[in-house]
Each structure stands twice: as C-alpha cells, then as structure tokens.
C-alpha cells in the first residue's frame, strides 16, 4: 500500500456543526501533515506530527483541532468554522527519503 | 516561515517543446528542494527532489538544476505532452526542525497540442 487516503472527499458543514477529517496511511511513515489550500494558492502548512506527537503548529486558529490516534492515522476536527476556512484540506506523510505522500485532499465548503 | 517563490505565474508551451519552471528560495540554510505537480482536483504529485549538495539531478524527462549561490531553483521537462499540464510547487524543507515543508506561489503549465 503506497497511498494516502483522505475521507470523505467532499464535506459542506454550517458553522455551529462539529465535524472531522479522516487520514490515513499505511507506509510506516512517522511523520504526518495536515494542510489547507485555497483555490490557485499553494498548500499552507497547519500541523505537523511526528511519532504520533504535535511537533509543529504553524499558529492555526482553535477551531481545527488534530488528533493522532496512532502512527496510520491523522484526524483534523472542526468546529465553529467560518465561510473563510472553505478550502482543500491536505493530508500527507513523510517517506524515509524526505519525500512526501499526499492523499487527494478533502472539499470543504463551510456554509 | 521561509519565503519560496516563482518567476511566472503561467506558462503554456507547444507539445513537444521543452519547459523551464523557475523558482527563487529566500533561506539560504535550506537543504532540500522537491518539485511537485499538482493536476485539478488532486493532491501534489512528488516528481523529482535535490539536496543542497548537489547541483543537478535528472529523473524521466524532467531535470532539476539547483543554484545555491542566487538561490534558484528550476525544473526542465523535455518533450512536453499535453498531460504534463498542472501547477507546478517547488517546496523547501524549512530549517530547524527539518521537517516543515514551505510552498512556492506554483506555476500553471499548459500544453498546446
């Protein structure tokens, strides 16, 4: 298995509901991001874990809250999120090379 | 974070024609680069990679040429096919964690058959 999968692939929430994001993957990468892209613009890096532990949290607002169950997977729950915050939300792992594996993101459109 | 950049916003070329993606990196600590194509509707797509102590790396028609002392970075594919179409990211990985990947604005490659 040498994809990273995202669920569900589309998402419209309003902004009083709690939702989460899904990610997964098993290549036994240890690292593992969560980032947010808007249409035309380049995906912005919002949390890093690395063994299962929050190593970086580029100052991303409380309402998204990630969640590291264990080393395959990746949530990022939501809550009383604004209009503004309607983008592609990207999952990706870290190879042993450095590279990285990203899933095909998940819709969000926030009503 | 850092700061990683393109030249051009957009870039169409004839099928066949070679292409040259540009990049500028601002931190000059940065150790490595990746490229990454990103078609509608998907995620980045990995294409080639380069450590910093390298000046040129070659993968299958694409070619990444790294220039530590103006802080450049370019991708070259030849023989560009219409399914080469995509934006196009050069990404740095962000010092000192090593971990923290930055996104340049990207470019909009099309290919005109």
């Known amino acids: 298995d040498t994809e990273v999968t995202q669920t569900p692939k589309h998402l419209v929430m309003g902004m009083t509901n709690k939702k989460s994001l899904k990610c997964e993957q098993h290549?036994?990468?240890?690292?593992m991001y969560w980032y947010k892209q808007k249409a035309k613009k380049p995906p912005e890096l919002m949390f890093v874990?690395?063994?299962?532990?929050?190593?970086i949290n580029e100052s991303v607002p409380s309402r998204f809250s990630p969640e590291c169950p264990n080393s395959s997977l990746l949530n990022l729950h939501l809550h009383a999120l604004q209009p503004e915050d309607s983008a592609l939300y990207l999952c990706?792992?870290?190879?042993?090379?450095?590279?990285?594996?990203f899933g095909p993101g998940t819709r969000l459109t926030v009503t | 974070g850092e700061s990683v950049g393109l030249h051009l916003p957009t870039l169409s070329v004839q099928e066949g024609d070679n292409s040259i993606i540009n990049c500028a990196y601002s931190n000059s600590a940065s150790d490595y680069f990746i490229w990454y194509k990103q078609e509608s509707g998907k995620g980045p797509q990995f294409i080639i990679d380069i450590r910093s102590n390298m000046d040129k790396r070659q993968g299958q028609r694409v070619t990444v040429l790294l220039n530590k002392t103006v802080k450049h970075l370019s991708l070259q594919i030849a023989a560009t096919q219409p399914g080469d179409s995509a934006v196009y990211f050069c990404a740095e990985i962000g010092t000192p964690t090593g971990n923290q990947f930055y996104f340049g604005t990207g470019t909009s490659l099309t290919v005109i058959p």
């Open positions: 290549m036994g990468h240890r690292a």
């Open positions: 874990y690395s063994y299962e532990k929050l190593s």
């Open positions: 990706a792992s870290l190879g042993t090379g450095d590279e990285q594996y």
